[in-house]
């Protein structure tokens, strides 16, 4: 069983001199619906009269007929088209228009499937001409009845039986023959409303069309060829539907408000009833056909690949266009031939030299002449980048031990590493103190860390600090555990990396302190970790604001006789960083005996931007540390468990990474 498609455009070849103007004929098929759409036959011609398309039809028919063996043309489709239509009966039905209507009539009286050729006209179509058969008869109609009788037409498409069809047509006339006042109109449109709920209009009437205009009007001036007397008349579907407006016209009252509306029905649906089978879905039935109806999309479709996606330019002679469409249509028959005929994968050895010259990398000879129009810059533009020292691996192996669970060794000691890099205030301190165990000790892992020996490095500082702690030491387990529960080992003893500066008066006019300056060091530790503050001035401030407004204060410095009985208010406060605070990181948590105070002294250590920070992260119920670093103007991200420096983006401050961030200068 073949389904066939059959329609005609314009607007590909150009005009030829003397001429008609040329338009290609296709008939396309559609397979299956997974399949593309493909041709079976093309033709280009300025002859567009009935004969012309009747012999190639012919051909048509004859090639399938002999090359197809049992191969059937089941259903023609085809657009509203006195020359299409009545060349495609003649050649694949042998009849023409008056003897298919009559045919029609004998087969509706059958139950039987019917075993013949269908020819049907494209629902599409059809719903945009009688849309141009409204406006044009009857302008003044208004919207909403036009609406409504476009919703009419489709229901008749979708019919299937002439009994079905007949009652839907009584209850059209009745809606545009009676006042909507009485009950038959009620009721008419009640029933006409229950067969219309799901039916879109703009579904079977959006339509990609192809045509160019000038292609539509010359098809299209056949249209009136329809409506002569001698196919209207003899046709058994006018008297069929011609009784049913008899019987209804006589039961109805005739109102003045009624006039332009009884055009409707006896201009325009009168103009389409006697080709009735042509365009429902009665026929599409008795040929045993799923659907009601069906569109000419296919072979619109295939206009469309012509003209957008042919490598021909556009209005082209015929003869570069045939050779184009020929190279279409073979490669869309090989998409649907190539899964059958795929041969399988050969077996053969792959040759081994062949394939690494295929994989060798393409090397250009330099060129032994200058240019004379062009000639290359003798120093490259090209700015080169900071280069990122190389940083700490997460865990590894040194001496047999593997390493595990090391994130604030790695952090610590990336940041120490960087520090006696890029700043050399930090590094002459170290270097001038030689003879400290600390120095000598970082000396000897960054020496370790340059050379990448990542593993070593942290051994040997574990060795460090297990020499470093007293044996009753309750850290001595956790140290030697690799640090264990980083939350007890490490916060616990970075609680006071800032310092508050707080200065205070008394209300007391007399008082000998009236005005007195506050140092302090903060220790908000576990207040971090809770709430979420936008700066470290806020958290510092909202912390110190229960020492702020005590009742009394009393300084514990001052001889007793110049105490005062005066309340101090805290009139300005300022969060300032710790000194050296990259070293005092270390300072309680690891050298609890070496007093780093008497090994660092150079006051240029206090840096003026902050430039190292240590950032706490809860992963897993479990505390992580990474690590950022600002280079230049740009921060850089650092995780060991990445294993490399990261690109900080520019909308991410580096202390909003989690709750609990502690600054390093």
């Given at each position: ?13 150009p005009?030829?001199a003397?001429?008609k103007?040329?338009?290609l004929?296709?008939i ?8 593309p ?6 033709m280009i011609?300025?002859?567009?009269h ?42 694949f039905s042998?009849m023409?228009?008056k003897?298919?209507?009559n ?11 019917v075993?013949?050729?269908?020819h049907?006209?494209?629902?599409a179509?059809m719903?945009?001409?009688f849309s ?7 302008p003044?109609l208004?919207?909403?009845?036009r609406?409504?009788a476009l ?8 019919c ?15 809606v545009?023959f ?18 219309a709920e799901?039916?879109?209009?703009e ?12 292609t ?10 329809l ?8 046709s058994?579907?006018t ?19 009624c ?14 009833m006697y080709i009735?089978p ?7 039935k008795?040929?045993?056909f799923p659907?009601?109806?069906?569109s000419?999309s296919?072979?619109?479709?295939w ?11 556009q209005?082209?002679?015929?003869g570069?266009?045939v ?5 279409l249509?073979?490669a869309?028959?090989?998409?649907l031939?190539?899964?059958?005929c795929r041969?399988p994968k ?7 030299d ?10 250009w000879?330099?060129k032994?002449?200058?240019?004379r ?10 700015q080169?980048?900071?280069?990122l020292?190389s940083v ?5 192996k040194?001496?047999?031990?593997f ?6 060794i790695?952090?610590g ?5 960087i ?19 600390l120095?000598?000790?970082l000396l000897t892992?960054?020496k370790?860390m ?12 574990i ?17 030697a555990?690799?640090f ?14 800032w ?5 205070s ?8 302190h009236?005005r007195?300056l506050h140092?302090?060091?903060?220790d ?5 970790m ?7 001035q806020d958290?510092m401030?909202t ?5 702020a ?5 009393i ?14 208010t ?7 960083y ?6 005092r ?9 070496i007093?780093l ?17 240590l950032?706490?992260?809860?992963m897993?119920?479990v ?5 950022v ?13 990445v ?10 401050d580096?202390?909003f ?8 200068t």
């Open positions: 069983m073949l389904d066939i498609y059959i329609d005609s455009t314009g607007g590909i070849i005009k030829i003397n001429q103007r040329p338009f004929y296709s396309v098929t559609k397979p299956d619906a997974s399949l759409e493909v041709s079976v036959a093309d011609t300025t002859q567009h009935i004969p012309k398309l009747e012999y190639f039809f012919n051909l048509v028919k004859r090639e399938v007929t002999m090359k197809g063996g049992l191969l059937r043309i089941r259903k023609v489709e085809t657009d509203f088209s006195l020359a299409l239509l009545q060349s495609s009966l003649r050649a042998d023409n228009i003897k298919y209507l045919y029609c009539a004998e087969v509706m009286n059958k139950t039987e499937l075993d013949s050729t269908v049907h006209l494209c629902c179509h719903i945009k001409d141009r058969c409204v406006k044009r008869f009857v003044e208004k919207k909403s009845d609406q409504l919703q009419c037409f489709a229901l008749l498409q979708n299937t039986e002439i009994t079905e069809a007949k009652k839907i047509y009584h209850d059209i006339c009745v545009f009676s006042s909507p006042s009485t009950e038959t109109y009620s009721q008419s449109v009640n029933s006409l409303t229950k067969l799901g039916l879109s209009i579904d079977v009437s959006e339509d990609d069309d192809y045509e160019d205009d000038v539509e009007s010359i098809l299209k001036a056949d249209y009136e060829s409506d002569k007397k001698t196919i209207k008349e003899s058994p579907f008297i069929v539907f011609s009784k049913v407006v008899e019987v209804v016209d006589a039961k109805t009252i005739k109102s003045p408000e006039v332009m509306k009884r055009d409707v029905v006896f201009k325009c649906f009168e103009k389409f009735f042509l365009w429902s879905g009665v026929m599409l008795k040929c045993g659907q009601t109806r069906d000419n296919p072979a619109e479709v206009f469309k690949v012509l003209k957008n996606d042919i490598s021909v330019p209005r082209s002679r015929p570069k266009f050779i184009g469409i020929k190279q249509i073979d869309r028959f090989k998409e031939l190539y899964p059958k041969q050969s077996k053969r050895k792959k040759n081994n062949q394939q690494k010259l295929i994989l060798e990398e393409e090397k000879q330099r032994k002449t200058k240019s129009k062009y000639q290359p810059p003798t120093k490259s533009t090209k080169k980048g900071k280069v020292p700490m691996k997460w865990g590894g040194s001496v047999g031990v390493l595990s669970n090391t994130c604030t790695d952090n000691l990336t940041i120490l590493h520090a006696f890099k890029e700043n050399v205030n930090f590094n002459e301190a170290i270097q001038n103190e030689k003879d400290s165990i120095s000598r000790e892992i960054f370790l340059d050379d990448t020996h990542y593993s070593d490095a942290k051994k040997t500082w060795n460090f600090i297990k020499s470093n702690t007293s044996d009753d030491d309750p850290k001595k387990k956790t140290v555990n690799l264990g529960d980083e939350f007890d080992f490490f916060i616990s003893h970075l609680e006071k990396p310092v508050w500066d707080g200065v008066t008394c209300s007391n006019a007399t008082c000998s009236q007195q140092k302090r060091d903060s908000f530790g576990h207040v971090v809770e709430r979420n503050f936008q700066s470290i958290l401030d912390w110190m604001l229960s020492y407004n005590c009742d009394k204060y300084d514990e410095d001052a001889d007793s006789d110049d105490r005062c009985n005066g309340k101090r805290i009139v300005r406060t300022i969060t300032t710790s000194p050296i605070a990259v070293v990181l270390y300072e309680h948590a690891l050298l609890g005996r007093k105070e008497d090994v660092l002294k150079t006051p240029n250590l206090q840096l003026q931007k902050q430039k190292y920070y950032a706490g992260v809860t897993f119920k505390n992580h540390y990474c690590a670093v600002l280079f230049g103007s740009e921060f850089w991200w650092y995780d060991g468990l294993g490399k420096l990261q690109g900080l983006p520019r909308n991410i580096p202390w990474l989690s709750h609990a961030i502690y600054c390093v």
